[in-house]
């Protein structure tokens, strides 16, 4: 292989790439000359015969000539890109291609509305952040320490000695630290329990929780609260049952049932066929969570209440999955 031998592939190189007149002749002159089989690399596979002297030299020539040859066919291939003869003409005139149209997910819209019923009842919204302390989460809301919820089997540790919150409590008295009463807050935000994952139970879910704490605050208007939201959130003819109960951090406390808004009471599968539909717990916060943030128990008290915000949508929607509200299913968010 000489010299000679690589100026006569580009030459020969040069004439084919004139004589290309489509996309298709010039992908056989790539493949003729820069294909893995091609003449360049057939020159390259020559190296072993060239004196060790010189291969230096022809080695530099070889890489020259691949380099410019893939820069005559770069220019070619982009000229027929932009070649006007290709191009289509548009009718502007016609209406454009319609744009999927997106919306709020359920939980989203869900928890708007409760926030907006609540605000419309003279409650704040108060945030707190999702890794929380022991103390906020558990000790300052009168948890026990061998209070079950405690155990590994239901709350996630970080490695910090911290935890993911395991409800939405812990607002409230990281709000009750630093505000003096009269206090009036709602608490929306994810929550965590290391639980199995199946049909019914998640290991997130979403909580809104609720406090009023001021002088002479009384279970009655604890109840009238929740009566008020239950009617503007599910219709004024939804019938409301408390039902005794018991939470560490409220004395006295509640579950509270509202009729099935599905079936109008008569029984149906979402409620089991029983005409109610569980919501909410609540209750009057226990004075020793008062004194867990310095407020004077023998001058205030308060009620508070915490609502899952899953359990109301499965409840509203007949949904009787949890799981399918954290899938992202396109085909199920496109119903609302």
Not at 17 to 23: E, F, N, P, S
Not at 121 to 150: M, Q
Not at 219 to 232: P, S, V
């Amino acid at each position: 292989m000489t010299k000679d031998t690589i100026l006569e592939v580009q030459k020969q190189f040069e004439e084919a790439l004139a004589g290309a007149k489509d996309k298709l002749s010039l992908e056989e002159v790539k493949n003729t000359f820069l294909g893995r089989k091609g003449k360049v690399a057939g020159l390259f596979s020559l190296m072993g015969e060239i004196p060790p002297e010189a291969r230096k030299e022809v080695g530099k020539m070889l890489n020259e000539l691949k380099i410019d040859l893939q820069a005559q066919l770069d220019k070619k291939i982009s000229e027929f890109s932009t070649d006007k003869t290709e191009k289509k003409w548009v009718d502007y005139t016609l209406p454009g291609y319609s744009m999927p149209q997106g919306s709020r997910h359920p939980l989203t819209q869900a928890v708007d509305d409760m926030l907006s019923i609540f605000h419309r009842l003279g409650f704040d919204i108060a945030y707190g952040p999702e890794v929380e302390t022991d103390w906020f989460n558990f000790e300052s809301l009168n948890f026990p320490p061998d209070h079950p919820a405690r155990d590994m089997q239901d709350t996630f540790y970080t490695e910090g000695g911290g935890v993911l919150r395991t409800h939405t409590s812990p607002v409230q008295t990281r709000y009750m630290s630093k505000h003096q009463p009269p206090i009036r807050i709602v608490a929306p935000g994810r929550v965590f329990r290391n639980e199995a994952i199946s049909a019914r139970s998640y290991c997130l879910f979403h909580q809104i929780e609720g406090l009023y704490v001021d002088k002479d605050i009384t279970f009655a208007d604890l109840k009238g609260t929740i009566e008020l939201f239950c009617r503007m959130y599910y219709g004024k003819d939804v019938k409301i049952k408390f039902r005794t109960s018991f939470f560490p951090f409220t004395e006295p406390s509640a579950e509270i049932d509202v009729s099935c808004f599905l079936c109008k009471g008569k029984g149906c599968r979402v409620c089991k066929h029983t005409g109610w539909l569980e919501i909410m717990g609540c209750g009057m916060v226990d004075p020793n969570v008062l004194k867990a943030v310095n407020i004077d128990p023998e001058i205030y008290s308060g009620f508070a209440f915490g609502l899952g915000v899953e359990r109301m949508v499965m409840m509203r929607l007949g949904i009787n999955d949890i799981r399918i509200l954290f899938e992202n299913d396109v085909e199920f968010l496109r119903q609302f």
